[in-house]
């Protein structure tokens, strides 16, 4: 359910954003491209802190058509160019080649090396060379996010993590996403509650889990793509004071 501090909830996410601009930048923040994504890339490109804090997207190469064209919505919307990281090409001809395109659906370690060529190895580029980032991760998401914090230290990459929207519910993000005539991904209408590549993402059914559609053929405990896990576990180590 829509949360009954919505409209104070909206004010402390903003007001995260702009710490995070005027305190840790230059700052960055990692887009999925899905519903929560799409609230925090109105909520900056609305305030105008793209300058301090810039948008950018992993584009794995295996996304779906309906993802990618969100990136031209945010680009009519706001008149703003979404960085797109890729991953390098040699690494992924080499992965195909030696063990086949579809090799993910064979073995969680499979799967782990997919992600680690065309999301991890692309996101720690895209991270080099700022003071902090931010996601869209929510606790509400999955059991491996039961304990998000709203600003955490990322060790692995020595840097502050930020997750504004760790305290929303789902219903808070479509009730911000309609309010605010928010472009969003289609495939959320075809139930996509959670998007990732395409091979890799099925529509749920009712009752399932709002990620049980990421990578449907493992435990709950392995559904995490290594962009926010170090030695195997979710990297959830140090959880900062919001007034640092």
């Known amino acids: 359910m829509i949360s009954d501090n919505f409209d104070e909830l909206v004010k402390t996410t903003i007001a995260t954003l702009q710490r995070v601009a005027d305190k840790f930048s230059p700052a960055v923040f990692a887009s999925?491209?899905?519903?929560?994504?799409?609230?925090?890339?109105?909520?900056?490109?609305?305030?105008?802190?793209?300058?301090?804090?810039?948008?950018?997207?992993?584009?794995?190469?295996?996304?779906?058509?309906?993802?990618?064209?969100?990136?031209?919505?945010?680009?009519?919307?706001?008149?703003?160019?979404?960085t797109s990281y890729r991953p390098q090409p040699e690494a992924v001809e080499a992965y195909v080649k030696q063990n086949g395109l579809n090799a993910f659906?064979?073995?969680?370690?499979?799967?782990?090396e997919c992600c680690r060529i065309r999301k991890v190895e692309p996101l720690?580029?895209?991270?080099?060379?700022?003071?902090?980032?931010?996601?869209?991760?929510?606790?509400?998401?999955?059991?491996?996010?039961?304990?998000?914090?709203?600003?955490?230290?990322?060790?692995?990459h020595d840097m502050i993590k930020f997750n504004p929207l760790a305290d929303w519910s789902e219903e808070d993000?479509?009730?911000?996403?309609?309010?605010?005539?928010?472009?969003?991904?289609v495939l959320h209408d075809r139930g996509f509650p959670s998007i990732g590549c395409e091979p890799?993402?099925?529509?749920?059914?009712?009752?399932?889990?709002?990620?049980?559609?990421?990578?449907?053929?493992?435990?709950?405990e392995s559904k995490e793509c290594g962009l926010h896990v170090v030695d195997g576990k979710l990297i959830r180590i140090k959880p900062v004071a919001t007034n640092a």
């Not at 609230?39 to 810039?54: E, F, G, Y």
């Not at 996601?135 to 990322?154: F, K, M, P």
Request: proline fraction near 2%.
């Open 32 to 82: 999925s491209l899905a519903a929560e994504d799409q609230v925090l890339t109105d909520m900056i490109l609305r305030n105008k802190l793209q300058h301090k804090l810039s948008i950018f997207t992993l584009e794995t190469g295996r996304l779906h058509a309906e993802t990618l064209a969100v990136l031209d919505r945010i680009k009519e919307t706001y008149d703003y160019e979404v």
């Open 105 to 112: 659906y064979e073995s969680v370690d499979m799967r782990k």
């Open 124 to 156: 720690n580029r895209a991270l080099k060379g700022n003071r902090s980032w931010v996601t869209g991760q929510r606790r509400a998401q999955s059991t491996t996010r039961a304990a998000l914090d709203v600003q955490e230290q990322d060790e692995a």
């Open 173 to 185: 993000v479509w009730h911000y996403i309609h309010s605010n005539n928010v472009p969003y991904n």
């Open 200 to 220: 890799c993402t099925r529509a749920i059914q009712a009752g399932e889990d709002v990620r049980a559609g990421r990578w449907w053929w493992e435990n709950p």
